[in-house]
């Protein structure tokens, strides 16, 4: 175990200095793979915590396995550091985390270094290694893991990314999404991550998306959205193509409410549409607006659902006619 993991234990069990605290605190804030690195070793502790301690494996046989899991290769010198009693309970957390199947959780998310992809103003195509390509919407924050072919672990920060995966069985395609796991074997599928909810919504293939003990499988034209504290998935069937609009530069609608509409053309031309009467929000349209301009699909908008649209405070207010 690094110094930096110890710093971190340190600073979860209260037991910083306040320079040691504010070195946390700065390394956090330094890159978003360190703050996604904290979340998941905080997730380690959170989930060692919450575990039912009178439990019936064997302890000492599964540390043991941990201990082989994450030790160094024969070429690499290894430095043997001491734990103190007050980490016995990063012994009790690996012991947990393989008995309640999370191992693969560490591995992919904890053990690799990552490299970090961003789209900004402009919608990106990426490839990674093992060929599997990934559009990425505006202002996308995505990091892969530097060993990809061998270790195919994508965690999404924060946005919108297609992922069109390369099929390998022996090697699952796995995306972690603040806690949220979407695994696949080789598939097309959209995954969205924005405000502590994600959507995944499947093209192509079986895709599993699970958070904490809760699993779902997705086949093609299905698709599940996932908000902070949720225990239970749902599956609903997806019924627009809208999300590809990114792609495809097309908003095609298919009995779309408006408010949704609204949503997705505020992504797309950086505006503020503003729903203010309840009774229009739920307006559907059904058509196709194909590389059009914003003010054109608004005239459009207001003529088709009778509504009008009133430019205030930097705001487009859509209100209804009558």
Not at 73 to 83: G, K, Y
Not at 143 to 167: M, W, Y
Not at 185 to 197: A, D, I, Q
Not at 200 to 220: D, M, R, W
Request: with cysteine.
């Amino acid at each position: 175990m690094g110094d930096r993991d110890e710093l971190l234990i340190k600073y979860l069990l209260n037991e910083t200095s306040t320079e040691e605290n504010a070195d946390v605190l700065q390394w956090i804030a330094e890159d978003p793979a360190n703050e996604t690195y904290f979340d998941h070793f905080k997730q380690i502790w959170e989930t060692s915590k919450g575990l039912e301690p009178t439990s019936q494996i064997d302890e000492e046989l599964a540390w043991k396995k941990f201990k082989t899991r994450v030790a160094p290769s024969a070429q690499q010198q290894a430095v043997i550091v001491p734990l103190r009693n007050k980490y016995g309970w990063l012994k009790i957390a690996a012991v947990f985390l393989i008995a309640a199947g999370l191992w693969s959780t560490y591995r992919f998310f904890i053990a690799s270094d990552y490299i970090a992809v961003e789209a900004g103003k402009e919608v990106m195509v990426k490839t990674l290694p093992d060929g599997s390509v990934l559009t990425l919407n505006k202002n996308a924050l995505m990091s892969f893991a530097s060993d990809f072919t061998n270790h195919r672990a994508i965690r999404l920060q924060k946005g919108e990314i297609f992922f069109k995966v390369t099929p390998n069985k022996e090697k699952p395609f796995i995306i972690d999404a603040d806690k949220v796991e979407i695994k696949v074997v080789g598939t097309s599928f959209n995954v969205k991550h924005v405000n502590e909810e994600t959507e995944v919504i499947v093209e192509t293939g079986i895709v599993k998306v699970s958070i904490g003990s809760a699993s779902i499988e997705l086949h093609k034209g299905e698709k599940v959205n996932v908000k902070k504290g949720m225990t239970t998935l749902n599956k609903e069937t997806n019924t627009d193509q809208l999300y590809n609009y990114y792609r495809s530069k097309a908003f095609m609608l298919n009995n779309t409410p408006l408010w949704k509409v609204a949503e997705t053309l505020n992504e797309a031309y950086q505006v503020n549409i503003v729903i203010e009467d309840p009774k229009i929000k739920n307006l559907t349209l059904t058509t196709t607006f194909k590389e059009d301009s914003l003010d054109h699909i608004l005239q459009l908008i207001c003529e088709t659902l009778n509504v009008k649209q009133v430019h205030s405070e930097g705001k487009i207010l859509l209100v209804n006619k009558s």
